[in-house]
Nanobody, 122 residues
Framework: QVQLVDTGGGLVQAGGSLRLSCAASGRTFSRYSMGWFRQAPGKEREFVAAISGSVGITRYADSVKGRFTISRDNAKNTVYLQMNSLKPEDTAVYYC???????????????WGQGTQVTVSS
């Protein structure tokens, strides 16, 4: 069982930056691929970024490439999402996720955080 706690959301102006954090429980954090998803009002949840367990291979949605960076600190059981050049369309609830398989992380993660609200004003 993995428990995830998302933090770091808030209100920011367009062009600004935020860093989200996700703290995971358990002693096998490095064995899990980690991801970030988001859900805007009235829309389906969508994949944002993912990072593999120990090697740190990353993958991004086209909409955030070049602006967002996912990283992890396995010693702290934490994954981060650095968001730069934020746009109003980035407004959403952001969720951290964990999945043993990097192939599956973008489609069907096994564990989810509770979500953190990000609001970007124009």
């Amino acid at each position: 069982q993995v428990q995830l706690v998302d933090t770091g959301g808030g209100l920011v102006q367009a062009g600004g930056s935020l860093r989200l954090s996700c703290a995971a429980s358990g002693r096998t954090f490095s064995r899990y691929s980690m991801g970030w998803f988001r859900q805007a009002p009235g829309k389906e949840r969508e994949f944002v970024a993912a990072i593999s367990g120990s090697v740190g291979i990353t993958r991004y949605a086209d909409s955030v490439k070049g602006r967002f960076t996912i990283s992890r600190d396995n010693a702290k059981n934490t994954v981060y999402l650095q968001m730069n050049s934020l746009k109003p369309e980035d407004t959403a609830v952001y969720y951290c996720a964990a999945e043993r398989s990097f192939v599956k992380i973008a489609a069907s993660p096994e564990y989810w955080g509770q979500g953190t609200q990000v609001t970007v004003s124009s």
